[in-house]
């Protein structure tokens, strides 16, 4: 098992670019989660999927991102335009249960990438 | 509004000490929660566990305690090792928030040999 494989592990671009976030989740998990790491507000939880469906993007900060799970091996995260407030470390988590909080079902983390937007 | 709060960013202990790792909750309808451990360049990995009928679970060298009427929880580490240095991250979860996992900021312990 490979567990949650994310591309890029570094983005460096330039404000008003268009960045896509890559998400691999463990074959047969369920959901797949998207989350943002920064210093003030720790783990954010941005968006999740169940069986490929959007369930909860409450947590988008704006327009200006948009996830999607075109098949259940697949997910993106896209920031167009990006901001320099939008640098932090992006997650992308899969499970079997929606919680995660099974012993036999925690949330697997992918390794993040890290974006950075100058 | 951060319903999980760690206070302390950062923590520093000799190895072989008891690291203490805290967090505050302001949502009572919280029922489970939840510490995971991050290295560096890698993602969160779980580590333990308490659900709110409980006030302690103990997983060898890790025990966390659960005090409702506070709304508080905490991690001990005992003894402590330098490779325990990590951020450790806590959340919770409940029926409110749609029985998703809200963390908080993490805090950064540091163990010295």
């Known amino acids: 098992d490979a567990g949650v494989i994310q591309s890029p592990r570094h983005e460096v671009t330039e404000m008003g670019q268009e ?3 890559r998400c691999k989740p463990i ?70 249960s929606l919680t995660g909080i099974s012993y036999n079902s925690p949330l697997h983390f992918g390794n993040g990438t890290r974006l950075t937007v100058t | 509004d951060q319903q999980v709060k760690q206070n302390s960013p950062s923590l520093s202990v000799q190895e072989g000490r008891i690291s203490i790792l805290n967090c505050d909750y302001t949502n009572s309808m919280f029922d489970y929660f939840l510490w995971y451990k991050k290295y560096p360049a890698e993602g969160p990995t779980f580590l333990i566990s308490i659900s709110s ?61």
């Not at chain 1, 959901?31 to 943002?36: A, D, I, P």
């Not at chain 1, 954010?44 to 999927?49: M, S």
């Not at chain 2, 659960?66 to 003894?79: G, T």
């Open chain 1, 27 to 96: 074959s047969g998990h369920d959901y797949l989660f998207w989350y943002r790491q920064t210093m003030m507000r720790g783990l954010e939880l941005l968006i999740y999927f169940n069986n490929n469906v959007p369930i909860d993007d409450s947590g988008m900060p704006e327009d200006r991102f948009s996830a999607k799970m075109p098949n259940a091996s697949f997910s993106t995260l896209k920031i167009q335009p990006s901001e320099p407030r939008d640098s932090a470390v992006y997650f992308c988590a899969s499970s079997l």
């Open chain 1, 19 to 21: 960045v896509t976030l």
């Open chain 2, 53 to 113: 009928i409980k006030d302690k679970n103990e997983d060898g060298r890790f025990t966390v305690f659960l005090n409702k009427s506070a709304k508080h929880l905490s991690l001990h580490i005992v003894p402590s090792q330098p490779g325990d240095s990590a951020v450790y991250f806590c959340a919770a979860s409940g029926p409110t928030s749609g029985s998703r996992l809200t963390f908080g900021e993490g805090t950064q312990l540091t163990v010295n040999p």
